[in-house]
């Protein structure tokens, strides 16, 4: 076995349908008395609700969190923490508020902002240290541990109003972490555990999930991968994959969990013979021999996109992208070699199964 070093950051999971009723105790627990309840405006009943029960422990309702962190709405919100006196976040909702809470975390001195994180997506980050705000159009991305949530609640019928199609984009793109972080150059067999775990648990209960919205059995299971997805995006590094994604993602606008169910399967046939324990660790979670292939039925069974012409991608920017993909040096199991990543960015325009 690989030398390698693990460290546990530690946060406090509860989960399981209805979980939710335990929210005042775990906001007593974290000893905090004023919690700014932070929300997209879509989730203000919702969030309404959260505060209600919170009752006096509820500081107010801040209803702007916005995709991607905007700077100026970070600043709002820190302004209205401070304006209240709040003490903690409790942000319910996906990435986006969940990143929002993390904006405000981060200003302050360790601990002091604790944030209670209620995901009512599958993207994960109420597991990481990672924080994302973007000003003038750039998102600017780091890592700090006074970000990462101490308290998460995994309440799946929270999730039975994500409509079927982000439920199954949302869920792709915590798989994604998983596959990446199978041979993450920081990787370690715990995670590697978890990530295969996450990836079985989110290919059986995708599925599920879409035939049945209200299946809280699928969506509980869709759950448990996401968190187990979200921990490994939090402990080890990407690689391809990721840089792809985001690389596309900023130079032609293209929606994001989107581009990362498109990019997948490509990615993974790109490395894979560079990782063969990677890939069986893939075979095993998906039940198949071609794990690449696989992954691109599993995006054709959930309906999801296949193809980054469907995204708005032109091909003319193929080009612009390789260049931008083999510029940045970056780590990857495999050289990142401008031929063949053309050719992987030409299948995937085309919709075409990875090569
Ligand atoms: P999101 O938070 O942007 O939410 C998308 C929309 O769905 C919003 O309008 C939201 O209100 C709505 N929504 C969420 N849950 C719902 C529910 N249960 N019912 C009805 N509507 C619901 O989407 P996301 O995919 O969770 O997050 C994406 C963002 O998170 C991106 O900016 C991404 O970069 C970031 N992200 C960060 C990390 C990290 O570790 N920092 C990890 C993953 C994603």
């Known amino acids: 076995m690989q030398d390698f070093t693990y460290t546990s950051a530690a946060a406090r999971v509860i989960f399981g349908a209805g979980s939710l009723r335990h929210l005042e105790r775990e906001v007593e627990l974290l000893g905090a008395r004023r919690a700014l309840v932070l929300c997209t405006p879509e989730q203000t009943a919702i969030a309404q609700q959260v505060a209600d029960r919170l009752g006096e422990r509820a500081a107010g309702v801040f209803a702007g969190a916005a995709m991607h962190v905007p700077i100026e709405t970070a600043r709002a919100a820190r302004a209205e923490a401070a304006r209240l006196g709040a003490d903690c976040a409790v942000a319910i909702g996906g990435g986006s508020t969940i990143g929002l809470g993390k904006a405000i975390a981060l200003e302050e001195p360790a601990g002091r902002f604790p944030i209670l994180a209620i995901p009512t997506t599958y993207a994960g980050s109420e597991m990481t240290p990672i924080y994302g705000i973007t000003e003038a159009g ?4 780091g890592k700090d541990l006074r970000v990462l949530p101490r308290t998460v609640i995994y309440d799946a019928q929270l999730t039975l109003t994500l409509p079927v199609g982000l439920s199954m984009t949302s869920g792709l793109n915590a798989l994604a972490h998983s596959a990446e972080g199978l041979y993450a150059r920081d990787g370690n067999p715990i995670m590697a555990l978890l990530a295969e775990e996450g990836i079985r648990a989110l290919a059986q209960a ?44 900023g130079s032609f606008n293209l929606p994001h969990a989107e581009t990362h169910a498109v990019i997948l399967p490509h990615a993974i046939a790109y490395n894979a013979a560079a990782v063969p ?16 292939r696989a992954l691109f039925e599993l995006n054709l069974k959930l309906g999801a996109p296949t193809s980054l012409a469907a995204l708005g991608m032109p ?41």
């Not at 750039?138 to 991305?141: D, G, L, M, R, Y």
């Not at 324990?277 to 690449?292: E, S």
């Open 315 to 355: 091909a003319e920017g193929i080009a612009l992208a390789a260049d931008l993909a083999t510029q940045n040096a970056y780590w990857n199991p495999r050289a990142i070699e401008r031929e063949a990543i053309t050719a992987l960015l030409e299948r995937a325009h085309a919709g075409l199964p990875p090569a």
């Open 206 to 249: 995708l599925p599920q999930v879409k035939a049945d919205p209200a299946d809280i059995a699928a969506r509980e299971q869709a759950q448990y991968g996401a968190w187990l997805c979200g921990t490994v995006l939090g402990n080890v590094g990407m690689a391809l994959h990721h840089k792809l994604c985001h690389t596309l993602g």
């Open 138 to 141: 750039v998102k600017k991305t």
């Open 277 to 292: 324990q990677a890939v069986a660790a893939l075979r095993r979670a998906l039940g198949a021999d071609d794990a690449a």
